[in-house]
């Protein structure tokens, strides 16, 4: 069954803008810590955002704070990604996570994950 559904990535150029989105289960989204993961070829997934139950705390990757913004609508029982000013190293497989622990801040923490979705910035 699938718990978390990501969308919005794609390809974009240097520079540019996306905007990833994440889906959850209703009844238990405001419980739980979300964030985003970012995974490229070769490379350990990595912290890109975390943001409390209420979105109360956020969190960032030294790499994208100042660029990316996380942020939910727990009406929509959703969890959304704004990432400007993007960077080819930026590419890499972007996942969704939920977790009871409220600021996610490593993988350990992740009890959910989504399927995840492709970012790719082209020069």
């Known amino acids: 069954q699938v718990r978390l559904v990501e969308s919005g990535g794609g390809l974009v150029q240097a520079g540019g803008s996306l905007k990833l989105s994440c889906t959850g289960p209703?009844?238990?989204?405001?419980?739980?810590?979300m964030g985003w993961f970012r995974q490229a070829p070769g490379k350990e997934r990595e912290l890109v955002a975390s943001i409390s139950p209420i979105g109360s705390m956020t969190q960032y990757g030294k790499t994208v704070k100042g660029r990316f913004i996380v942020s939910r609508d727990n009406r929509k029982n959703t969890l959304y990604l704004e990432m400007h000013r993007l960077r080819p190293d930026d590419t890499a497989v972007y996942f969704c996570?939920?977790?009871?622990?409220?600021?996610?801040?490593?993988?350990?923490?992740?009890?959910?994950w989504g399927q995840g979705t492709q970012v790719t910035v082209s020069l």
């Open positions: 209703d009844r238990t989204f405001t419980s739980y810590g």
């Open positions: 996570a939920q977790a009871l622990y409220p600021q996610i801040e490593k993988l350990a923490h992740v009890d959910y």
